[in-house]
Nanobody, 125 residues
Framework: VQLQASGGGLVQSGESLRLSCTAP????????MGWFRRAPGKQREDISC????????YYSNSVKDRFTISRDDAKNTVYLQMNSLKSEDTATYHC???????????????????WGKGTQVTVSS
């Protein structure tokens, strides 16, 4: 599975970005999808996921109430709407898939086993 994340960029604190994740040669419909991020010198942080069925979502405390994950299976795309961005959100954001989660109604980033190269988000204060 090849996942492509896009939509990153340089923004100021308080602004918004929407990240997109698509898979040119794989159908995402039915699979749990998620986003994690890596900042320089820091460990991977799992921030959000959405189930393949039922729309169940998860958010880490650091992004809850600011970020929203969604999916449009007709467009084979998963989104991460990021509002009220802070300098500590600066990182490379990766989308991931749980290839063993077909038709699951819950999600977890612990079993996400494939991800793409990521898109850089830089928030200036």
């Amino acid at each position: 599975v090849q996942l492509q994340a896009s939509g990153g960029g340089l923004v100021q604190s308080g602004e918004s970005l929407r990240l997109s994740c698509t898979a040119p040669t794989f159908t995402l419909d039915g699979y749990s999808m998620g986003w994690f991020r890596r900042a320089p010198g820091k460990q991977r942080e799992d921030i959000s996921c959405i189930s393949g069925r039922g729309g169940s979502t998860y958010y880490s405390n650091s992004v809850k109430d600011r970020f929203t994950i969604s999916r449009d299976d007709a467009k084979n795309t998963v989104y991460l709407q990021m509002n009220s961005l802070k300098s500590e959100d600066t990182a490379t954001y990766h989308c991931a898939i749980d290839s063993g989660s077909w038709n699951w109604t819950k999600c977890t980033l612990l079993t996400m086993d494939k991800w793409g190269k990521g898109t850089q988000v830089t928030v200036s204060s």
